[in-house]
């Protein structure tokens, strides 16, 4: 585990290149998790791939925060240096009324798989994503089985007979 004044020093080049890229940050066991504006995902994900070595996009997975939220869903991307070994995680909000966000699958490829799956489970939208379906339930279930307001015990749309 990285010390975490080294990953304050990620947030301090952010910073320098765009101050308006780092809207809150918080340290907590270790880990540094930074709120960056949805409109700069694209442009903050590259900086931190060429420019500070995170090559690696390890996860990325999406929750909703429940409806009575504001904004109600997020996004954290977690990033990997296979280099420098550390680990930085970025996290975006959304709105219920706009649950949108920039694909990074031209960016890291494997966003391509983790952006489905947030998409299927929580409802999240990757604008410009290259081929934006459903992963693991089928193509014609009806909502998003991982949203807080979706009923606890699920429905079975399929008849057995």
């Not at 409109?39 to 925060?65: H, N, P, V, W, Y």
């Not at 706009?98 to 604008?127: C, M, Q």
Request: net charge negative.
């Amino acid at each position: 585990m990285a010390d975490t004044a080294v990953l304050h020093e990620y947030i301090e080049k952010l910073k320098a290149e765009n101050a308006a890229w780092v809207e809150d940050f918080k340290d907590a066991r270790g880990e540094v998790t930074i709120t960056v504006p949805r409109e700069s995902i694209t442009e903050i994900c590259t900086f931190l791939k060429l420019q500070q070595g995170f090559d690696m996009l390890a996860d990325l997975c999406g929750g909703d925060r429940g409806p009575e939220e504001d904004p109600r869903f997020e996004v954290n991307y977690h990033l990997f240096g296979t280099k420098h070994h550390h680990r930085l995680r970025l996290k975006v909000l959304l709105s219920e009324d706009e649950p949108n966000v920039e694909t990074v699958s031209n960016i890291w490829k494997t966003a391509n798989w983790h952006e489905r799956e947030t998409y299927d489970l929580v409802g999240v939208i990757f604008d410009n994503h290259p081929d934006l379906r459903r992963i693991l339930l089928p193509s014609d279930f009806d909502g998003h089985a991982l949203r807080k307001d979706y009923p606890l015990r699920g429905y079975e749309p399929y008849s057995l007979s």
